[in-house]
């Protein structure tokens, strides 16, 4: 994987998101990214509003930034709605329901796409449920299998909500103890891929592995075994 994966527990496009927004843009290597705002997962609440919140935020940022309406399975398989995606240096999905996101880009089109943007060296990044989608597993009422973007690991949004022993207990309990799972805070996010991370952003990365947990703040680097 010659790209980047950013995970990122939540709360996108609001203040307090721009340090790490700045990395996810630095990572591309582009002088002015050309970023693409997918916002799936709103897809039943509004996602012309999403998209055009992201769009607004990442211009700011100096970004080259556009919507990509894909909002249900045909669209994510319509190779002329996703043609951008070819040429994108930031491909970020948005917040909003998992289940959905994962049902549309499962085996789809936009998913090759995806893949192969980082092959060639672009971000692909996610909020909250666009976060959780990327792993081999997530949580989402139930746990389900999941796109495996980022083998072997769980990502848990808006972290900070969580008291970190009771999640190592419930982990422990779901016979995921050995998982490589990620908790992300809000408006912070988990750069790298796919053993190599780096936390960015105003809050923190809650590491589960083996059975123990430990906390990352903002620059700290680890590594998943």
């Not at 799972?181 to 988990?190: I, N």
Request: overall charge negative; proline content about 4%.
């Amino acid at each position: 994987m010659a790209g980047a994966i950013a995970l990122v527990g939540g709360d996108e496009f609001r203040p307090g998101c721009e340090s790490m927004d700045r990395a996810i843009l630095e990572a591309a290597g582009a002088a002015r990214a050309n970023l693409l705002v997918v916002p799936t997962a709103a897809a039943a609440q509004n996602p012309a509003k999403a998209a055009s919140n992201g769009v607004g935020y990442f211009a700011a940022l100096g970004a080259e930034a556009s919507p990509l309406m894909v909002l249900d399975r045909r669209d994510a398989d319509d190779e002329a709605l996703i043609g951008p995606v070819d040429t994108a240096d930031v491909i970020y999905l948005t917040g909003g329901n998992p289940a959905h996101l994962l049902d549309v880009l499962k085996g789809s089109a936009l998913l090759r796409k995806m893949r192969q943007a980082l092959d060639r060296g672009a971000v692909v990044a996610g909020s909250s449920a666009g976060a959780m989608v990327m792993g081999s597993w997530m949580r989402f009422r139930e746990w389900s299998e999941a796109l495996g973007i980022v083998p072997g690991v769980v990502t848990l949004p808006h972290h900070e909500r969580s008291d970190p022993d009771a999640v190592a207990k419930e982990l422990a309990q779901s016979g995921r103890a050995d998982t490589a799972v990620l908790g992300v805070d809000g408006r912070t996010g988990c750069l790298g891929g796919p053993e190599e991370w780096t936390v960015a952003g105003a809050g923190a990365v809650t590491l589960y592995q083996a059975g123990r947990w430990r906390r990352y703040g903002s620059g700290e680097s680890f590594r998943l075994d």
